[in-house]
């Protein structure tokens, strides 16, 4: 019943909008009302153009002073600089030419605009016109490509040169966890065919290898400064996507293949802590947050900087908050803290 109500309303809508056009059409109906734009139309559409041109340099001035904040700080990775070079070079050059080709176009549009016994110049084509701007886009798009393809093939290129610590992350609806391979720095052997909830097995570690006993599973990803991680990724269930942001990675996840990519961390979290786009985004979000408290709303206690490991494939429910704590520390602290968990071995033998 309802929606016959709704149709209908808006069926008598639709008729009022009509009726009204039609008395205001016919209330004009003295004065010029030819379907042909005469001079004055088009120098009024002219102006229009230079109008527009204003709102859309206005709008890119605006959202560049307003929104730049919202930027990634400096990147906390080897390759991460690499990676931002290559961005802003392509930010520049698209907005250069954005400029002065929206200029042009909107200044032609206004110069030869229509006027009465004005004809336009026609000839069918101009060669070295035509030259030039297909030879210039060539030559820069295909100096970028070749910058990004080889950027990326460096970025891309997983070995195991300069001894790297191996990491496994493990996505499931809707968690993370990683895995390090222990003493000798190597996983042992997992299938999700082997989880067994009953023992903490959540990762379906293989008992009888070796490797696995002393692989160390856990809910926080630390990493020393400076040390080459190659990681490796497994899904559970359906496709994820591990994002860290701050040090330019990202790699999907997929049910039943490991995938690979490796970085170097290259600032601490304390470091980062005291980056001034970090102090400042922190400032931002703790005003919000204090304003929050004062008015009893739920995450209004303040908030500090982390790295942070998201998931970045909508994979359900709680995909928004499918996230994981990153901590980059010295050598010191990282062995600390490696020393305080347990093993797989440890974990199996207290379950029995
Ligand atoms: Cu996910």
Same mark, same amino acid.
């Given at each position: 019943m309802t929606i016959v109500l709704t149709i209908a309303v808006l069926?008598?809508?639709?008729?009022?909008?009509?009726?009204?056009?039609?008395?205001?059409?016919?209330?004009?109906?003295?004065?010029?009302?030819?379907?042909?734009?005469?001079?004055?139309?088009?120098?009024?559409?002219?102006?229009?153009?230079?109008?527009?041109?204003?709102?859309?340099?206005?709008?890119?001035?605006? !959202?560049?002073?307003?929104?730049?904040?919202?930027?990634?700080?400096?990147?906390?990775?080897?390759?991460?600089?690499?990676?931002?070079?290559?961005?802003?070079? !392509?930010?520049?050059?698209?907005?250069?030419?954005?400029?002065?080709?929206?200029?042009?176009?909107?200044?032609?549009?206004?110069?030869?605009?229509?006027?009465?016994?004005?004809?336009?110049?026609?000839?069918?084509?101009?060669?070295?016109?035509?030259?030039?701007?297909?030879?210039?886009?060539?030559?820069?798009?295909?100096?970028?490509?070749?910058?990004?393809?080889?950027?990326?093939?460096?970025?891309?290129?997983?070995?195991?040169?300069?001894d790297p610590l191996i990491v496994e992350l493990y996505a499931q609806q809707f968690n993370w966890t990683a895995r390090y391979g222990g003493e000798d720095n190597e996983l042992g052997m997992a299938n999700v065919r082997m989880i067994d909830i009953n023992k903490a097995n959540v990762l379906g570690l293989d008992e009888s290898d070796p490797y696995a006993s002393d692989d160390i599973i856990t809910k926080e990803l630390h990493l020393p400064v400076g040390r080459k991680v190659n990681f490796r990724f497994r899904s559970q269930d359906v496709l994820h996507s591990a994002y860290m942001p701050h040090f330019r990675a990202q790699m999907n996840c997929v049910p039943g293949m490991i995938t690979e990519f490796s970085f170097t961390p290259t600032i601490t979290t304390e470091e980062m802590r005291q980056n001034p786009e970090v102090i400042e985004k922190v400032k931002r979000t703790n005003k919000i947050r204090a304003e929050r408290a004062a008015l009893g709303q739920p995450n209004g206690d303040p908030w500090e900087f982390d790295y942070v490991l998201l998931c970045n494939k909508i994979c359900g429910k709680s995909h928004y908050n499918m996230q994981m704590k990153i901590i980059v520390e010295t050598e010191e602290e990282y062995q600390k803290w490696l020393e305080e968990q347990q093993t797989f071995g440890q974990t199996m033998a207290s379950m029995n």
């Open positions: 069926v008598l809508v639709a008729i009022a909008i009509w009726q009204m056009t039609k008395i205001f059409e016919l209330s004009q109906i003295k004065t010029d009302n030819s379907q042909i734009a005469n001079d004055k139309d088009n120098k009024y559409n002219g102006y229009l153009l230079f109008g527009f041109l204003i709102f859309i340099y206005g709008i890119t001035i605006f !959202s560049f002073a307003k929104y730049s904040k919202f930027l990634l700080p400096e990147a906390a990775s080897e390759h991460g600089g690499e990676y931002d070079l290559l961005m802003y070079i !392509s930010f520049v050059i698209i907005f250069i030419v954005q400029t002065i080709t929206q200029a042009l176009l909107h200044y032609f549009g206004y110069k030869y605009r229509g006027e009465k016994g004005k004809k336009a110049l026609f000839y069918a084509d101009n060669d070295k016109l035509e030259f030039i701007w297909t030879i210039i886009p060539v030559v820069v798009l295909a100096g970028l490509i070749l910058w990004g393809l080889y950027t990326w093939t460096n970025i891309m290129d997983v070995n195991d040169e300069d």
